[in-house]
C-alpha cells in the first residue's frame, strides 16, 4: 500500500469515527480484521492507529486494544486562559527537548530509520502541493525522529503531549507556516542522514523557535477578542 492510499485509509477511518460509527469508548475492530477488510498490511493499520492516537481519536490500550476517544459533544470550540497558557507552555517545551531529539537521531538512527524520516518529509511536500492537510503527517515526521532516538523516555514523554500537540497544530495556523514546515523537515531529514547532529539540532531549533510568537498572536486573538 503506497504512503497516499495509507493517507485516504486515515481519512475513512476518522471520518468514520467523526460520524460516529463508532461511538465514545466503544473498541475499534482488531488490526487484523481491519486488515483483511481493507486488504492491507496490519503495519499499514498500525500507523493509522496510530496517527489517530495522536490526533486524539483513539487511545491504543494495552490489553483492551483501541478505544475510541472522539467525543462529539466535547468538541473543542473555545479557549479559556488556562488552555492558553497550557498550549504555549507545551510550545516552548518542545523547544527545549526536540532539538536534543534531532541531534541524537543523527547518531542514533538505523539506516531504516532514516529512510523513514527522509520518505516522511518527502510525503508532506508532495500533500503540501496538493493542498492537502498535513498535521497527521507533521506529527508523524517529529514522532519518527523520536522513535530514532532508541530512548523509551523520550518517546513516552513525547507521546503524552500528542493531544496537546493536535490541539496546537488547530490554533497556530498562519500562511506559509506550512510551506515553512516542509521546508524544515526536508533539512532536518538530511542532516539526520548526513549524521550531522550538531546541524540537526541547530535546524531543529530553528523550525520551532517561531512557534512560541506564533501562537502567542493566534491563541491571544482566539482567546481573548
Known amino acids: 500500500m503506497s504512503k497516499i492510499q495509507y493517507h485516504e485509509l486515515l481519512e475513512v477511518i476518522e471520518t468514520q469515527i467523526k460520524n460516529e460509527e463508532w461511538k465514545y469508548g466503544s473498541r475499534l475492530p482488531t488490526m487484523s480484521e481491519l486488515a ?18 495522536s490526533k486524539g481519536y483513539v487511545a491504543i490500550q494495552q490489553g483492551r486494544g483501541t478505544i475510541v476517544t472522539f467525543d462529539r459533544s466535547m468538541e473543542f470550540t473555545t479557549m479559556n ?5 497550557e498550549l504555549l507552555k507545551i510550545t516552548e517545551f518542545r ?15 538505523f539506516k531504516n530509520e532514516i529512510d523513514l524520516i527522509t520518505e516522511s518529509a518527502e510525503i508532506m511536500r508532495v500533500m503540501a502541493e496538493k493542498n492537502q492537510v ?3 503527517e507533521d506529527l508523524r515526521f517529529h514522532r519518527l525522529i523520536v522513535e ?19 490541539r ?36 531543529m531549533e530553528a523550525h520551532l523557535q517561531p512557534n512560541s510568537e506564533i501562537a502567542m498572536y493566534e491563541l491571544t486573538e482566539k482567546a481573548f477578542k
Open 36 to 53: 483483511a477488510k481493507h486488504q492491507v498490511a496490519n503495519s499499514t493499520i498500525r500507523e493509522v492507529y496510530r496517527a489517530l492516537e
Open 81 to 85: 486562559h488556562s488552555s492558553f497558557m
Open 95 to 109: 523547544t527545549i527537548i526536540e532539538p536534543s531529539f534531532a541531534a541524537l537521531a543523527a547518531r542514533e538512527a
Open 134 to 136: 498535513t498535521t497527521s
Open 148 to 166: 530514532a532516538t532508541h530512548n523509551e523516555y523520550a518517546l513516552r514523554v513525547y507521546d503524552n503531549l500528542q493531544e496537546e500537540l493536535n
Open 168 to 203: 496546537m497544530r488547530a490554533y497556530t495556523k498562519k500562511p506559509g507556516m506550512r510551506e515553512r514546515a516542509v521546508h524544515y523537515h526536508q533539512m532536518i531529514a538530511n542532516a539526520i542522514a548526513n549524521r550531522d547532529s550538531q546541524n540537526a539540532k541547530m535546524l
